[in-house]
């Protein structure tokens, strides 16, 4: 059984910050669970241009307010806490936290990082074969 605190993690280098959001990885790779689940902040006013192009990601927002635009599309959805969205096809998007406050997001990556990712040029965090290459 694997039991975490966040307000533990948040001291530990399971924090990682990056321009316009902060990320609490609570389970990583190493843990070998298939996958990985993280308590990340969207900076307010921060605007995220990001493309998981090597993870599929599920997030649900548990506080603050914002928006998700699909590249592709163009489509606009509301983010507020209670609404989910999956990056099912490694879509390309632009996540918007409101001026007001950060939004609080509950994310699962498939598959798991390893816990220092950080978005690339092209909003992606690297394939994980890339990390250990690079070890």
């Given amino acids: 059984m694997i039991v975490r605190d966040l307000a533990k993690e948040i001291l530990t ?51 603050g307010t914002g928006s998700i635009t699909d590249i592709a599309t163009g489509e606009t959805h509301t983010i507020r806490p209670g609404v989910m969205y999956a990056l099912n096809k490694n879509d390309k998007h632009i996540l918007r936290a409101d001026a007001g406050a950060p939004m609080m997001m509950a994310c699962v990556f498939n598959p798991p990082v390893t816990g220092k990712e950080v978005h690339g040029a092209d909003g992606a965090y690297p394939a994980d074969a890339a990390l250990e290459n690079s070890a």
Avoid: P, Q
């Fill in 13 to 63: 280098e399971r924090r990682v910050d990056s321009d316009g959001w902060s990320s609490v990885r609570l389970l990583l790779k190493d843990d070998r669970m298939g996958f990985s689940f993280h308590i990340t902040t969207i900076h307010a006013g921060a605007e995220l241009h990001m493309h998981y192009k090597n993870h599929l990601e599920s997030v649900f927002c548990m506080e």
